[in-house]
């Protein structure tokens, strides 16, 4: 009850800060079998609570012991489930390493999986603003090959996540959870001379790889997020305002795509490989260009003619009448919570993982204590049936502010783009041709490299 509730409270604070939380391949997360869970970890708390919201099955998890060193959060994760996992690197920091520092922590999991219980482990250590997956311990793997040795956890399955944020730390950003294929333990077997749990860690990390994208340097990383962007807009269709954002896994699928075909590009003809350098070139040079005039890539696929422009404005003015008065209701209770949590949240110091942890967290309790404090009011003032009322109604005012106010600038950014391709139409004719060839171009290099079938629908299909 407790957990369900909480992961309820996680999910509307997740939902409040970002964007879209988006997953794939969760139809591929065992039932009815004890589950370890192996996720990246780029943003620290906020990745555990993507997981639980986004995992059907409650999450036991594991957590970094200093953590615990505050008694407020020691009792709260305590209470929630949450199991302390000493890093080697905190205990030599603090003077000494204990070989059974863990031992409890072991104890605790392997209960949890011999109930067929689901545990999530970062086996990376620790949470770091790298572009890429870091080293992983091998904590996770000798977690599975202890359940297995023990013979008292049948059917042990190793599911890895990639978890992928957009810009982690900025608000109404987008989110996507990848899932894996389950690894059967019982069925694994290591390669002959290797340590189990080193190879066992190895089989991880590569699955993990699969899931996540990875960079040598931020500077690489800024430079794929762009060109990405560029390419997902050129192969899209027209933008729909009501659906909001492109799904941040269609631009993951784009990079995982790159990336292979990069990889095959040094073993290409040299004609092959000046064809890559303009298409991305062409990509650039078509960004700053509609960049300047403040335009996105996207809007270049919008419709022009009057039926459409009038339809738009009709919708658009009814959700404004409609949900607006809603949304400024939402704004106006919520004021003093978000500002708060927008304070703790843009405090200095720390990682670019500290941002939407403060925001998240603190958020939520600015919110409950807010709520707790405006329904007795609103009880004293009016009664308890009104306080009541009142208070189911300010989650949903919330959501419909966070949703109108992301509409709201997708229509304005609509609005604008119509009104420039209006005034110059053969401007936008030849953002339309550039497009058509582009699409060509990219398509073609993609065949002649022998590109993943896999993706090309993810890649291709409309937007």
């Known amino acids: 009850m407790i957990y369900a509730l909480l992961r309820a409270l996680a999910g509307i604070a997740l939902r409040w800060f970002y964007s879209s939380i ?8 065992p039932k009815r079998r004890p ?10 708390l906020v990745d555990a609570l993507v997981v639980a919201w986004v995992v059907p099955r409650r999450v036991l998890i594991t957590a970094k012991a200093t953590i615990f060193q505050n008694p407020v959060a020691n009792t709260l994760l305590r209470w929630v489930g949450v199991v302390p996992l000493r890093r080697a690197s905190d205990e030599r920091s603090t003077g000494g390493l204990d070989a059974a520092r863990n031992r409890a922590t072991f104890r605790a999991v392997h209960a949890a999986l011999q109930r067929g219980g689901t545990v999530l482990i970062f086996p990376e250590g620790r949470s770091t603003d790298a572009p890429s997956l870091g080293p992983l311990k091998t904590g996770a793997a000798r977690m599975a090959l202890s359940a297995r040795e023990s013979g008292d956890v049948p059917g042990l399955a190793i599911v890895p996540i990639g978890l992928t944020f957009e810009r982690k730390q900025s608000p109404r ?3 996507f959870a990848e899932v894996g294929e389950p690894l059967v333990v019982d069925e694994w077997q290591s390669p002959p001379g290797v340590p189990q749990a080193d190879a066992l860690t190895a089989e991880i990390e590569a699955r993990l790889r699969a899931l996540t994208l990875n960079y040598s340097t931020i500077d690489d990383a800024a430079r794929a997020v762009r060109l990405v962007s560029s390419i997902a807009a050129v192969l ?3 933008p729909t305002i009501g659906a909001g ?7 993951t699928a784009i990079a995982k795509r790159i990336d292979v075909l990069t990889a095959r590009l040094p073993g290409a003809p040299a004609d092959a490989r000046a064809r890559a350098e303009r298409i991305v070139a062409r990509l650039d040079e078509l960004q700053r260009e509609i960049s300047d005039r403040g335009l996105r890539l996207e809007d270049v696929n919008i419709r022009l003619d009057a039926a459409a422009g009038a339809r738009f404005v009709v919708r658009e003015g009814w959700i404004l009448l409609i949900g607006g008065p809603i949304a400024f209701w939402g704004g106006l209770n919520h004021w003093l919570p978000f500002r708060a949590a927008r ?11 500290d941002p939407a942890m403060r925001a998240v967290v603190g958020g939520a309790v600015f919110v409950l204590v807010t709520y707790i404090a405006q329904s007795l009011f609103v009880d004293w003032l009016l009664g308890w049936r009104a306080a009541l009322i ?5 989650p949903i005012a919330a959501d419909i502010n966070f949703w109108f106010r992301d509409r709201l600038g997708r229509t304005r950014r609509r609005a604008r783009a119509f009104l420039v391709f209006r005034r110059e139409p053969m401007l936008r004719e030849r953002f339309a041709r550039e497009f058509a060839s582009l699409r060509d171009d990219m398509r073609g290099i993609d065949r002649e490299l022998g590109g993943i079938d896999g993706a090309a629908g993810a890649v291709s299909a409309p937007v």
């Open 22 to 29: 988006d997953v794939a391949g969760v139809e591929r997360i």
């Open 35 to 44: 589950l370890l869970l192996v996720v990246n970890h780029p943003n620290a």
């Open 173 to 175: 950003t987008r989110v």
């Open 236 to 238: 899209g269709e027209e």
């Open 245 to 251: 954002e492109r799904p941040l896994g269609v631009d």
């Open 343 to 353: 304070a703790v949240a843009a405090r200095p110091g720390g990682d670019n993982a």
């Open 390 to 394: 009142y208070l189911v109604s300010l």
